[in-house]
C-alpha cells in the first residue's frame, strides 16, 4: 500500500468558500500536504485528466463542470493514503455518503461532489504527475 494520493477541493466547493473548511478535514483526518496549488483547468485539462470515463453518459458535464471555476489540486500523503482519503470524503454520491464524510457535508448532489480522490496506487501516482512538476512535490 502506498502513501500518497491526490485530492481536488472541486470548482462547485471553492465557489461555495469550503475550501477552509475542507483543508481543515485533510489536516485534521492526519494527512501531509505535499504539495497544493489553485488552478482555473481548461476544458482540454479536464478531457485528459478524466480520460478513464470517456464516453460514459456524464461525460461531458463533468468536463465542463471541471473546467467551470477555479478548484484547488492536492498532493497528500498518510500511510494507506488512497484507501484512508477515500473514506474521509465518502461515496461519490453524498446521499449514499456517510456521516461525516466530507461529501455528506459539503456536496450538492453526484455530479457536484465538492471534492476528488484517487482510486488506487497506481493513478495517485498518474494524476499527482498530471499536475505537480518534480519541482513542486520536493519535500525539504
Ligand atoms: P469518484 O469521484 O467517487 O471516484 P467516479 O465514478 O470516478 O467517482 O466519477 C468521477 C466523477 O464524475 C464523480 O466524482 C462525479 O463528479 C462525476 N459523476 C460520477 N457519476 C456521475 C453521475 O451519475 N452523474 C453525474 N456526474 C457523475
Ligand atoms: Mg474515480
New binding site residues.
Given amino acids: 500500500m502506498g502513501n500518497q494520493t491526490f485530492a481536488i477541493i472541486?470548482p462547485d466547493a471553492v465557489k461555495n468558500k469550503d475550501t477552509g473548511l475542507i483543508l481543515d478535514r485533510v489536516l485534521k483526518a492526519g494527512f501531509h500536504i505535499v504539495a497544493g496549488k489553485l488552478l482555473h483547468m481548461s476544458l482540454q485539462q479536464a478531457e485528459g485528466f478524466?480520460e478513464i470515463?470517456k464516453g460514459?453518459?456524464?461525460y461531458d458535464?463533468?468536463i465542463t463542470?471541471m473546467s467551470s471555476g477555479q478548484c484547488m489540486v492536492l498532493a497528500l500523503e498518510k500511510e494507506n493514503a488512497v484507501e484512508e482519503w477515500r473514506n474521509t470524503?465518502g461515496?461519490?454520491n453524498p446521499d449514499e455518503a456517510a456521516e461525516g464524510t466530507i461529501r455528506k457535508d459539503f456536496a450538492t448532489?453526484?455530479?457536484?461532489?465538492a471534492v476528488?480522490?484517487s482510486?488506487s496506487d497506481e493513478n495517485a501516482q498518474k494524476e499527482i504527475a498530471f499536475f505537480f512538476s518534480d519541482g513542486e512535490l520536493r519535500v525539504n
Avoid at 448532489?109 to 461532489?113: C, E, K
Wanted: aromatic residues 16%.
Fill in positions: 472541486k478524466y470515463h460514459k453518459p456524464f458535464e463533468l463542470f470524503i461515496s461519490t448532489n453526484v455530479g457536484l461532489n476528488h480522490g482510486d
